[in-house]
T-cell receptor, first 114, second 115 residues
Framework: DAKTTQPPSMDCAEGRAANLPCNHSTISGNEYVYWYRQIHSQGPQYIIHGLKNNETNEMASLIITEDRKSSTLILPHATLRDTAVYYCIVRANAGGTSYGKLTFGQGTILTVHP | GAVVSQHPSWVICKSGTSVKIECRSLDFQATTMFWYRQFPKQSLMLMATSNEGSKATYEQGVEKDKFLINHASLTLSTLTVTSAHPEDSSFYIC???????????FGPGTRLTVT
């Protein structure tokens, strides 16, 4: 699986958009970009994923650059409950024997403050 | 989204004993389940991957005889930590997915403390 690079920490004011960057310059053509977050002492929560098109759901938007070497997770109106560690993961195609393992890096600690 | 549960949510056991952790997919059939371990202030580390009815595939450095994984049905996988030692104290998290390319859904985790 390709590796990702994320800033170790970021701050955001409540009500503002939080933009979390991720570099994945060695991503392969069949690898998806996944975002998960982990609130303290809980299991990770799926946020969003995409291949090459921008994606949006009720939680966030995912912007993937045209060359797919980086992406940005956008939380449009951050709240205090969005304070968590955010993980950007690229996952190999699940066909064959890989079973689509998720390899977690260190992630970005997002702190939303009042 | 799909729900994955774990039981117990926390457990304290004495050194040398064994402890079993259950992972259940409540509203979908999980063809593949994963077990992770997370030490304080560290990221999740994948321990093993299990497919229903098959032997688990362990990551390098994970002792298969110490961490026994059983995935006997499409909704249940168990992790048994045998002869637990204080260094096995950790946060154990399972995840489950259905089919090829399916999203993984994580359980809430089990905090194991070995005294």
């Amino acid at each position: 699986d390709a590796k990702t690079t994320q800033p170790p920490s970021m701050d955001c004011a409540e009500g503002r958009a939080a933009n979390l960057p991720c570099n994945h310059s060695t991503i392969s053509g069949n690898e998806y970009v996944y975002w998960y977050r982990q609130i303290h002492s809980q299991g990770p929560q799926y946020i969003i994923h995409g291949l090459k098109n921008n994606e949006t759901n009720e939680m966030a938007s995912l912007i993937i650059t045209e060359d797919r070497k980086s992406s940005t997770l956008i939380l449009p109106h951050a709240t205090l409950r969005d304070t968590a560690v955010y993980y950007c993961i690229v996952r190999a195609n699940a066909g064959g024997t890989s079973y689509g393992k998720l390899t977690f890096g260190q992630g970005t600690i997002l702190t939303v403050h009042p | 989204g799909a729900v994955v549960s774990q039981h117990p949510s926390w457990v304290i056991c004495k050194s040398g004993t064994s402890v079993k952790i259950e992972c259940r997919s409540l509203d979908f059939q999980a063809t593949t389940m994963f077990w992770y371990r997370q030490f304080p202030k560290q990221s999740l580390m994948l321990m093993a991957t299990s497919n229903e009815g098959s032997k688990a595939t362990y990551e390098q450095g994970v002792e298969k005889d110490k961490f026994l994984i059983n995935h006997a049905s499409l909704t249940l996988s168990t992790l048994t930590v045998t002869s637990a030692h204080p260094e096995d104290s950790s946060f154990y998290i399972c995840s489950a997915k259905s089919g090829v390319g399916g999203k993984q859904y994580f359980g809430p985790g089990t905090r194991l403390t070995v005294t």
